[in-house]
Nanobody
Framework: QVQLVESGGGLVQAGGSLRLSCAAS????????MAWYRQAPGKQRELAASITSFGTTNYADSVKGRFTISRDNAKNTVYLQMNGLKPEDTGVYYC?????????????WGQGTQVTVSS
């Protein structure tokens, strides 16, 4: 059973930084793709950043140049370094793991961590 536990959210002023962490268990971490999604109040969940098992990264246009996703396979952890935070970055941030098993794409979600950016 795959488990994802996020940490690192909080309240920060605009222009500040936070680093989110997501620790995974129950799966061979180095073989899975990881991503951070976020959901602002009243809006749909959206992809913020992703990193494949090979280390290829992808970012939403709204966070490019400010956020950096990385992974430490030895620690089974993915990180999201967020700099230059803006009030519109406020929301719940969810960690997502995705993998293919028996030709079926599967995924798992963390419980989410709240990020609040004050103006």
């Amino acid at each position: 059973q795959v488990q994802l536990v996020e940490s690192g959210g909080g309240l920060v002023q605009a222009g500040g930084s936070l680093r989110l962490s997501c620790a995974a268990s129950g799966i061979i971490f180095r073989s899975i793709d990881m991503a951070w999604y976020r959901q602002a109040p009243g809006k749909q969940r959206e992809l913020a950043a992703s990193i494949t098992s090979f280390g290829t990264t992808n970012y939403a246009d709204s966070v490019k140049g400010r956020f950096t996703i990385s992974r430490d396979n030895a620690k089974n952890t993915v990180y999201l370094q967020m700099n230059g935070l803006k009030p519109e970055d406020t929301g719940v941030y969810y960690c997502n793991a995705a993998w293919t098993l028996f030709q079926v794409r599967r995924d798992a979600w963390g419980q989410g961590t709240q990020v609040t950016v004050s103006s």
